[in-house]
């Protein structure tokens, strides 16, 4: 069993940053593929950026250039770069735990990006 926590949502303006951060309960970073999700009002959750065991990264096409996921083994949490913020990044953010046939979800963080 896993359990993560995510912090760090808020209200931002257009342009602006935040970063996400998901503690996890445990060490799972080298066996587990770390995920954020997002999911806005009225549509379906989606991928938003993967981190893998070995540290490779893989980012939805709308983030790319402005997210960055990252993580420190050392305090169990994986983070989530947020820059140049557009309104259509609205949504709560999900951190996610996968390892076949294993996922673990966060309760989840809102952001909103509004002037």
């Known amino acids: 069993q896993v359990q993560l926590v995510e912090s760090g949502g808020d209200l931002v303006q257009p342009g602006g940053s935040l970063r996400l951060s998901c503690a996890a309960s445990r060490n799972i970073f080298t066996i587990y593929v770390m995920n954020w999700y997002r999911q806005a009002p009225g549509k379906q959750r989606e991928l938003v950026a993967t981190?893998?065991?070995?540290?490779?990264?893989s980012y939805a096409d709308s983030v790319k250039g402005r997210f960055t996921i990252s993580r420190d083994n050392a305090k169990n949490t994986v983070y989530l770069q947020m820059n140049s913020l557009k309104p259509e990044d609205t949504a709560v953010y999900y951190c996610?735990?996968?390892?076949?046939?294993?996922?673990?979800w966060g309760q989840g963080t809102q952001v909103t990006v509004s002037s």
């Open positions: 981190i893998t065991g070995d540290g490779s990264t």
């Open positions: 996610n735990a996968h390892k076949y046939p294993y996922h673990y």
